[in-house]
């Protein structure tokens, strides 16, 4: 043993002696020599390193990367509609109180203001108050559709509505074109249809085929409906036979069945509110105009309505006239006219009484007559009207 190796050891026991443990980075005790000649042991295989409890767990060799199933992609959904909204009902707020009163704006030079239409809800009828309200007040408009003026800002177009009807000054027009009008016919022919009032009881339609000539007036009429008057025949000639009519009864033939008779003869009025002399459209006429002079005479008020209507396949305007004052010389509490547009005649006239307690509510009908087939100016002769 050498200097040096005793050396070496005093040093590793004095180093031994002041620590009690190693650490990591401290070197090994060298083993000790036996002799001068160093032994070197045999190579000691090591046996396997197994992990002690609590040390990390051994990683195990990656595996092969398992193959997963291809995404599935749904298909993309439209974004959702959010519903309309509603708005709410709310009041209308009140106006905030100004502190100084607010000016009305001033019209500009040429500026239009839209104006609208009064209607005054028409009274009740103080006889039947089941019963349509009692008509408008005099010089009322009815049935004429009246807009509102508007105003466009910017190029300041206007749009005006269309103006009212004066129903009275319409139909008081109306009676000076039917006038007219039967001045340019010399005769006509058709049928009439007629109802009448007659002793209290309505009597059905009865028709006769009509024949009118203007110069000398006359008329003849031969009754083809009902059948209990099928064959009655009405002949007048105004200034022969003495004013009076020539009369056949029905179910008699020849022209030995003509009577002459008074023209309020029961025989020939039975049926009818009327005389012969007082058919025809003229006479009707002139029964409508006589009627309304005689209210405006007596200062009555007199209401009247305009629409537009159809009657046998004919456009014409319709006129409903109220004379709602009784009086001894009142024709009809209403009176509807139906006036052809083509020929401006009147061609369907219907009367009715005044409403009571028990009545129809527009009133019971006193008479109706329809002209209609008509055609004009065929020369007709003396002979149709002479029995």
Request: overall charge positive; hydrophobic content about 40%.
């Amino acid at each position: 043993m050498t200097v040096h190796d005793l050396f070496h050891r005093a040093w590793l026991a004095a180093l031994l002696a002041g620590s009690g443990t190693m650490t990591a980075q401290e070197p090994l005790p060298l083993p000790p020599l036996p002799s001068a000649t160093p032994v070197v042991p045999p190579k000691a295989e090591l046996p396997p390193l197994t992990p002690a409890t609590g040390t990390a767990p051994v990683v195990p060799p990656p595996a092969a990367p398992a193959t997963l199933p291809p995404l599935v992609s749904e298909a993309p959904k439209a974004p959702a509609v959010p519903p309309p909204l509603t708005p709410m009902a709310t009041p209308p707020m009140a106006p905030m109180p100004s502190a100084a009163p607010t000016l009305p704006p001033m019209a500009l030079p040429g500026e239009v203001k839209p104006t609208a239409a009064v209607v005054k809800s028409p009274p009740m009828n103080p006889v039947n108050p089941m019963a349509p309200a009692m008509p408008p007040t005099f010089g009322a408009v009815v049935e004429a559709k009246v807009e509102p003026k508007t105003i466009v800002p910017g190029n300041a177009s206007v749009k005006v509505g269309k103006p009212a009807i004066d129903g009275l000054a319409a139909y008081s027009l109306m009676l000076s074109e039917a006038k007219i009008a039967l001045g340019k016919i010399n005769d006509y022919s058709g049928h009439v249809i007629h109802q009448d009032r007659v002793r209290g009881k309505l009597t059905g339609d009865q028709t006769a085929e009509i024949r009118v000539k203007a110069k000398p007036a006359g008329v003849s009429l031969k009754y083809v409906a009902p059948n209990a008057l099928m064959g009655q025949e009405l002949a007048f000639v105004a200034g022969r036979n003495g004013g009076k009519l020539r009369f056949k009864p029905a179910g008699s033939f020849g022209p030995d069945g003509f009577a002459t008779v008074e023209l309020a003869d029961t025989r020939a009025t039975a049926h009818t509110r009327h005389a012969a002399s007082e058919f025809g459209i003229g006479p009707m006429v002139e029964v409508l105009e006589k009627n309304l002079t005689i209210e405006q005479r007596l200062r009555n008020a007199v209401q009247v309505t305009v629409s537009d209507y159809v009657y046998a396949n004919r456009p014409v305007t319709r006129f409903e006239v109220f004379t709602d004052r009784a009086h001894a010389l009142r024709f009809a509490y209403r009176t509807v006219v139906y006036v052809d547009k083509e020929t401006k005649l009147p061609i369907r006239m219907e009367a009715y009484d005044q409403p009571t307690i028990g009545s129809a509510p527009t009133g019971e009908l006193l008479e109706c007559y329809s002209y209609v087939n008509l055609k004009f100016n065929q020369g007709l002769g003396d002979a149709v009207f002479e029995k």
